[in-house]
């Protein structure tokens, strides 16, 4: 007699440990996913390169900005959009599943098919999803607690007017009863302004050309890649492509800020279909060390950016959390040797830039000292594939500086930098401002 095991999934598996790998940031994101999912859908907006030739300006009137506006206190979780709403029919055969299945349906950020379900499930317990399409619309009330031990894997839905417009059509979703763990991690002074940051890196290519993000009625504004450029220096840029997937990768010197390269922003950012995935990245993930140089204090002015495109997301390198990347991709490991090449001549130039640190070498002072942010449309544009110094070392001017160095006490230096009101600048950056400072009032021209 042939005997049959059941292999059917529980509930409680999908509610208890599939959240347990999520951080209450990353379900969030996933959440503004589905916004800017159903945004690039309804709104039929090209995520490939060509997104990166879209100036960062207020949308032109052909392409109406969308809104999503997130709220979240103790008492709950809400987040609202006007990015096209979810119809009727892609909420009973796909929204609702858990697990896409159909991979070939259209989506640009909407892969794995447990984004949404995770996240809402991660936030509490009673919760309400209302979305209306210029078509159609609908609405379900979940009870998680007592939804998980219904042994019927289905949400009842009710149909609604859709919206009266595409300006009003989208989605509304709100949590109540929110989880312990989430409770905790709300009672974090800094979790909202962690949030906020998460928020304008990771949609920096969407915000501020079709996209707005309020968070608790704060406009969040783009933190784009710290890119920079100068008629000196143009930054190295290489295509590719393989199996469905293109990818573009760049290279340059970042801009300064404040007269110094901020190290917490330096190393490799990756991005797929426009969100980005990977920031600032130094370690092997991205290639440092393989067998590359590793990443050290000097390297603090280098930028790279690989961005992937599919119209087939499940082929991008990311993995489920849409935070890191799978190593294992083909297209990756092809990308990963090019950036490596095309690394290679910007950290020579900072090589000789910091020949013993901490001095800099004045020539190359110079030419960073004039890098202003570029936005990465035109470095698409141009397509240099070798980064461009206007002069070669041989044909530059003598010098006609030297390096000042001393010792100064640390109290001292810190005295200084709280009067000038910069407390995170170098003891180097503390001495070029005394320097100068000295120079213009006590020996004008």
């Given at each position: 007699m042939?005997?049959?095991?059941?292999?059917?999934?529980?509930?409680?598996?999908?509610?208890?440990?599939l959240v347990?790998?999520?951080?209450?940031?990353?379900?969030?994101?996933?959440?503004?996913?589905?916004?800017?999912?159903?945004?690039?859908?309804?709104?039929?907006?090209?995520?490939?390169?060509?997104?990166?030739?879209?100036?960062?300006a207020?949308?032109?009137?052909?392409?109406?900005?969308?809104?999503?506006?997130?709220?979240i206190?103790?008492?709950?979780?809400?987040?609202?959009?006007?990015?096209?709403?979810?119809?009727?029919?892609?909420?009973?055969?796909?929204?609702?599943?858990?697990g896409?299945?159909?991979?070939?349906?259209?989506?640009?950020?909407?892969?794995?098919?447990?984004?949404?379900?995770?996240?809402?499930f991660?936030?509490?317990?009673?919760i309400?999803?209302?979305s209306?399409?210029?078509?159609?619309?609908?609405?379900?009330?979940i009870?998680?607690?007592?939804?998980?031990?219904?042994?019927?894997?289905?949400?009842?839905?009710?149909?609604?007017?859709?919206?009266?417009?595409?300006?009003?059509?989208?989605?509304?979703?709100?949590?109540?009863?929110?989880?312990?763990?989430?409770?905790?991690?709300?009672?974090?002074?800094?979790?909202?302004?962690?949030?906020?940051?998460?928020?304008?890196?990771?949609?920096?290519?969407?915000?501020?050309?079709?996209?707005?993000?309020?968070?608790?009625?704060?406009?969040?504004?783009p933190k784009?890649v710290?890119?920079?450029?100068?008629?000196?220096?143009?930054?190295?840029?290489?295509?590719?492509?393989?199996?469905?997937?293109?990818?573009?990768?760049?290279?340059?010197?970042?801009?300064?800020?404040?007269?110094?390269?901020n190290?917490?922003?330096?190393?490799?950012?990756?991005?797929?279909?426009?969100?980005?995935?990977?920031?600032?990245?130094?370690?092997?993930?991205?290639?440092?060390?393989?067998?590359?140089?590793?990443?050290?204090?000097?390297?603090?002015?280098?930028?790279?950016?690989?961005?992937?495109?599919?119209?087939?997301?499940?082929?991008?390198?990311?993995?489920?959390?849409?935070?890191?990347?799978?190593?294992?991709?083909e297209?990756?490991?092809?990308?990963?040797k090019?950036?490596?090449?095309?690394?290679?001549?910007?950290?020579?130039?900072?090589?000789?830039?910091?020949?013993?640190?901490?001095?800099?070498?004045?020539?190359?002072?110079?030419?960073a000292?004039?890098?202003?942010?570029?936005?990465?449309?035109?470095?698409?544009?141009?397509?240099?594939s070798?980064?461009?110094?206007?002069?070669?070392?041989?044909?530059?001017?003598?010098r006609?500086?030297?390096?000042?160095?001393y010792?100064?006490?640390?109290?001292?230096?810190?005295?200084?930098?709280?009067?000038?009101?910069k407390?995170?600048?170098?003891?180097?950056?503390?001495?070029?401002?005394?320097?100068?400072?000295?120079?213009?009032?006590?020996?004008?021209?």
């Amino acid at each position: 007699m042939d005997l049959v095991a059941d292999a059917s999934p529980t509930k409680r598996f999908f509610i208890s440990y599939l959240v347990r790998d999520l951080s209450l940031e990353d379900a969030i994101l996933d959440l503004v996913d589905n916004a800017v999912d159903s945004l690039v859908r309804t709104r039929n907006l090209d995520v490939s390169a060509k997104l990166l030739h879209i100036p960062v300006a207020p949308p032109s009137e052909s392409v109406r900005a969308a809104d999503v506006r997130i709220s979240i206190t103790k008492g709950g979780f809400r987040i609202s959009d006007t990015c096209g709403g979810i119809g009727t029919e892609r909420a009973q055969k796909y929204a609702f599943r858990f697990g896409n299945p159909d991979p070939s349906f259209p989506s640009a950020l909407g892969v794995f098919g447990i984004g949404m379900k995770r996240a809402l499930f991660k936030l509490g317990n009673r919760i309400a999803v209302t979305s209306r399409t210029v078509s159609d619309g609908f609405r379900t009330e979940i009870d998680a607690s007592t939804w998980v031990d219904d042994p019927v894997w289905e949400f009842q839905l009710t149909t609604l007017e859709p919206a009266q417009g595409q300006g009003t059509a989208g989605t509304d979703i709100e949590v109540r009863e929110l989880s312990t763990e989430v409770l905790l991690r709300l009672d974090d002074p800094r979790f909202l302004v962690r949030l906020a940051d998460s928020i304008a890196v990771t949609y920096a290519l969407f915000l501020g050309r079709f996209l707005t993000v309020e968070l608790n009625g704060h406009l969040i504004s783009p933190k784009a890649v710290p890119l920079g450029g100068s008629p000196d220096i143009s930054p190295v840029f290489r295509s590719m492509s393989l199996d469905g997937v293109s990818c573009d990768v760049m290279a340059s010197l970042a801009a300064r800020e404040d007269g110094e390269w901020n190290a917490d922003r330096a190393g490799w950012y990756v991005v797929c279909n426009g969100r980005l995935i990977v920031t600032a990245d130094k370690t092997k993930l991205t290639g440092w060390g393989l067998p590359g140089p590793a990443f050290v204090s000097k390297y603090r002015g280098f930028v790279g950016v690989a961005f992937f495109f599919s119209s087939d997301p499940a082929l991008l390198p990311w993995t489920t959390t849409k935070r890191d990347l799978n190593v294992e991709s083909e297209i990756y490991q092809v990308a990963r040797k090019e950036m490596a090449s095309i690394a290679r001549p910007v950290l020579t130039f900072l090589n000789r830039m910091y020949p013993g640190e901490p001095a800099e070498a004045t020539a190359e002072r110079r030419l960073a000292e004039s890098l202003k942010p570029v936005d990465v449309a035109q470095v698409v544009s141009v397509g240099q594939s070798n980064l461009q110094l206007v002069a070669p070392r041989s044909s530059r001017p003598k010098r006609s500086s030297v390096s000042i160095q001393y010792k100064a006490e640390k109290h001292e230096i810190d005295r200084v930098r709280k009067k000038i009101d910069k407390p995170t600048w170098s003891a180097g950056a503390v001495g070029r401002f005394t320097f100068e400072h000295y120079l213009r009032t006590e020996c004008p021209e």
